[in-house]
């Protein structure tokens, strides 16, 4: 937003003395950009030893993300190994004299040595993981099911549970941890939040924050690694570095660019390694919030829509399937509400929905008119408003508060308005425990469903006669299914997953899952409802934003926006002298 802009424009270039250097490489073993399952997102592909001497990466061969696996070259040498027994890895990292790599693979965590590629595995039954690192004593730091966990050299594992829940900015889940030298924290950050540093005693975190006057200003972006007393951190796609105190979580100089043209993800997952002294070796990518809009089908193919890419939050579909509303952001930072004929494409129409927070926009029924929340001065300022998309009438005051989803029931009868007191920027933030939801039936007063406070994503069958919503638990999301008007007998839908969604013909329930969409078929009857087996419709890694992250068009495509990040890369870029 205005504040990335306005970092960037302040961040200068770093003092020449610089050297550039490109590892060009064949198609056997581009970079790939892939991560967990279970959590969205890419994990950083690339790494360099602390010493300077030794880089590795995940290779692909060709151009898709299948058959990975690693491989390692030393900065003095023209030849690359290929790491037996790799396939399928992720988030590498090496030791901090290049003598060992650990790395995910499937639900484990492997190291392996170097010099004679031997692998361990160090623990299985992983999930949820986001990362490990070598500390200087030589054990392990790792993030996986929520918390850090230490693994020492023997194998012996240590989870870290901070001492009080005050003290950590969100259960303890610290992502992507990187150690800093000689003091006693990792840096980390939390999905779509703040970057953190963190005790290894026992997982405390705290926000990293600005210097100078503005001493509140938390550091937003992402995968940040710490060398040389200087915080690294990618915004965008530009490694910025700054002065940093672990001890104080705080940087004390003004950011400098080190390096441009860096692959991220939106998610916090970064393609670039720093090294003691300063050298940075990246993967090259572009601004990883522009993206461009397509249907995705069931055999894998992708019809992209002639919509101009952008760093879209959000999009809808109406409900004959001729126009898309869509959330936008600006390079400014100002946030655009637009009307777009599918078939004619281009920029379409912006709508005028006022200054400040706006949320992702949702069609009514009727497909003239939609629900949006503007906040123009801080949460408490919110408003759910109802406008006709041609903007020729005035906007409508539907209700107070901060629109985060929503349902409508294609005839119309039932809308369903999520409400969150504070909105966050994505569902690893929120707990639901801040979220209402409110019916309007019948074109009457939304009024709450008290006994679904803190249930989030509701969707609705097209009669709107049933409900499904998702509540989160201590270790998942869990799925209910509920007749509408309620009746307070919920039926719990097989498998993990979340952002339900009704097909068109309410016959089909939708969830995510880490690697795509599964469909659940649904038989409706008087005593209840019963599923069919779960079986994967769409593989895909999603772009997260407030709101959902799909629509299913009336022909069952899934319409998503495409990450630039994805495709695996044929170089890998060293910049040296950076400090």
């Known amino acids: ?39 969205p997102g890419g994990q950083g592909s690339v790494t360099i030893s602390t010493d300077g001497r030794r880089i590795a990466w995940v290779g692909v061969a060709g151009r898709d993300a299948a058959g990975v696996r690693l491989y390692v070259r030393d900065m003095d040498s023209y030849s690359i190994a290929a790491v037996p027994g790799s396939e399928g890895a992720f988030a590498p990292v090496l030791s901090a004299d290049g003598a060992r790599l650990v790395y995910f693979s499937d639900a484990e965590l492997r190291e392996v040595n170097l010099a004679k590629f031997e692998t361990r595995v160090l623990a299985r039954g992983l999930v949820e993981v986001s990362g490990a690192s070598y500390l200087e004593d030589g054990s392990i730091i790792m993030a996986a099911s929520g918390r850090l966990s230490l693994i020492a050299p023997t194998g012996a594992t240590k989870r870290l549970a901070p001492s009080s829940a005050t003290d950590t900015v969100t259960r303890g889940f610290v992502n992507f941890p990187r150690p800093v030298a000689g003091e006693p924290y990792v840096v980390g950050l939390v999905r779509g939040g703040p970057l953190v540093v963190a005790s290894v005693a026992d997982g405390t975190n705290r926000t990293i924050r600005s210097p100078g006057s503005d001493s509140a200003a938390l550091i937003i972006g992402a995968a940040p690694k710490v060398a040389g007393g200087r915080l690294y951190w990618l915004v965008r796609d530009v490694v910025l570095a700054a002065q940093f105190d672990a001890n104080a979580a705080r940087i004390t100089s003004e950011p400098v660019a080190v390096a441009t043209g860096v692959r991220g993800d939106i998610l916090g997952a970064a393609d670039f390694d720093v090294a003691a002294d300063g050298t940075v070796v990246f993967v090259p990518g572009g601004d990883p919030a522009i993206g461009h809009l397509a249907f995705l089908d069931r055999r894998g193919g992708v019809d992209t829509l002639p919509v101009p890419p952008a760093d879209y939050a959000g999009f809808d579909l109406s409900p004959d399937g001729q126009s898309l509303l869509t959330k936008s952001v600006s390079a400014a930072g100002i946030t655009e509400i637009r009307v777009i004929d599918v078939a004619k494409g281009g920029a379409g129409s912006r709508m005028n929905v006022g200054a400040g927070d706006v949320s992702q926009p949702g069609w009514l029924a009727d497909g003239r008119s939609m629900l949006v929340s503007v906040a123009p001065q801080g949460a408490g300022s919110a408003r759910i408003l109802r406008l006709a998309t041609d903007g020729r009438a005035v906007p409508e005051l539907v209700m107070a508060g901060g629109l985060d989803r929503y349902a409508v029931a294609r005839e119309g009868r039932v809308v369903i308005a999520q409400v969150t007191a504070t909105r966050s920027a994505n569902r690893y933030l929120s707990s639901g425990d801040d979220t209402k939801l409110f019916a309007s039936v019948g074109g009457g007063t939304f009024t709450e469903l008290p006994s679904l406070r803190g249930a989030v994503s509701p969707s609705m069958t097209p009669d709107g006669r049933w409900l499904t919503y998702e509540k989160y638990s201590d ?104 400090r």
């Open 1 to 39: 937003g205005a504040l990335v802009a306005q970092l960037l424009r302040k961040a200068p270039v770093v003092a020449q003395r610089v050297r550039n250097l490109t590892v060009a490489l064949p198609d056997s073993m581009r970079v790939a950009f892939n991560g967990s399952s279970e959590v």
């Open 475 to 578: 270790t998942e999301t869990e799925i209910f299914l509920e007749r509408f008007p309620l009746d307070g007998h919920p039926v719990r839908v097989p498998g993990v997953g979340y952002e339900a969604y009704f097909s068109p013909t309410g016959d089909k329930l939708f969830y995510r899952t880490g690697s795509g969409i599964v469909q659940v078929p649904l038989t409706f009857t008087r005593d209840g409802v019963t599923f069919g087996e779960p079986t994967k419709w769409v593989t895909f890694q999603f772009a997260d934003f407030l709101g959902r992250a799909y629509k299913i068009s009336n022909d069952e495509r899934v319409l998503v926006k495409l990450l630039p990040s994805t495709s695996p890369q044929g170089e890998i870029r060293v910049i040296s002298g950076t």
